[in-house]
């Protein structure tokens, strides 16, 4: 079945550094989502990607879903602690399940 | 505005006593409703979903199972809980795709954290 990969599993910053977490996915993609999971929290919606190569902004964070619509990024430009969670991506098919990535946990030092 | 309650938030539970978790919606109808479970903090797991009263979806064959009794309501159970069935379930709704583009996105509730001793 349809497989969303998600790269690094884990990534450990300094504070103000910057951060990128990719989702790979072999076949083409309707759509890409992308959530944040704080530490002992749930998921939270931040963003939908629908069209080829499309790039959207939320203040230091972008996404970018690829030419291809196989591909996503989510950069984070100078990361602060309260960047610290776990960030999900995951494609909603047209049978309603959310298939999901298993997540890049981001730490960052002070 | 749409609202999401799960409970309880906590619990703990001895192997082979029954669970009950609720989840209820308000502020819309007919929503997509879904368990999922996280285990280890990290990667989550369709357990259920269901697209209408009484309609249910497992995903995982396992001892739990899930029901709609009423059209915002959706409660995961089990008969007899094993030490495999710790970990973080969360309900979640959807408006579906049907409702047009962005509504099939996932809004969670705050989740239940289940310890089995």
């Known amino acids: 079945g349809q497989q969303v990969m998600q790269i690094p599993q884990y990534q450990h910053v300094q504070e103000g550094e910057d951060f990128t977490t990719y989702c790979n996915s072999s076949?083409?993609?309707?759509?890409i989502q992308w959530y944040k999971q704080r530490p002992g929290g749930h998921p939270v919606f931040l963003i939908q990607l629908v069209k080829s190569g499309e790039v959207k902004k939320q203040k230091r964070l972008t996404f970018q879903f690829g030419e291809a619509k196989k591909n996503s990024s989510l950069h984070i430009t100078a990361t602060q602690t309260t960047d610290v969670g776990t960030y999900f991506c995951?494609?909603?098919?047209?049978?309603?399940?959310?298939?999901w990535g298993l997540g890049t946990s981001l730490a960052v030092n002070p | 505005s749409q609202t999401i309650h799960q409970w309880p938030a906590t619990l703990v539970q001895p192997v082979g006593s029954p669970l009950s978790l609720e989840c209820t919606v308000e502020?819309?109808?007919?929503?997509?409703l879904y368990w999922y479970r996280q285990a280890a903090g990290r990667g989550l797991q369709l357990l259920f979903y269901?697209?209408?009263?009484?309609?249910i979806s497992s995903e995982v064959p396992q001892n739990l199972s899930a029901s709609r009794p009423q059209d915002r309501q959706f409660i995961l159970s089990s008969k007899k809980l094993l030490l495999s069935d710790s970990g973080f379930y969360l309900c979640a709704w959807s408006l579906g795709p049907q409702r047009g583009v962005g509504a099939n996105v996932l809004t969670f509730g705050a989740g239940s954290r289940l310890t089995v001793l």
């Open positions: 502020g819309t109808s007919n929503p997509n």
């Open positions: 076949t083409t993609l309707s759509n």
């Open positions: 269901s697209v209408g009263i009484g309609q």
């Open positions: 995951g494609n909603a098919g047209n049978n309603r399940k959310l298939i």
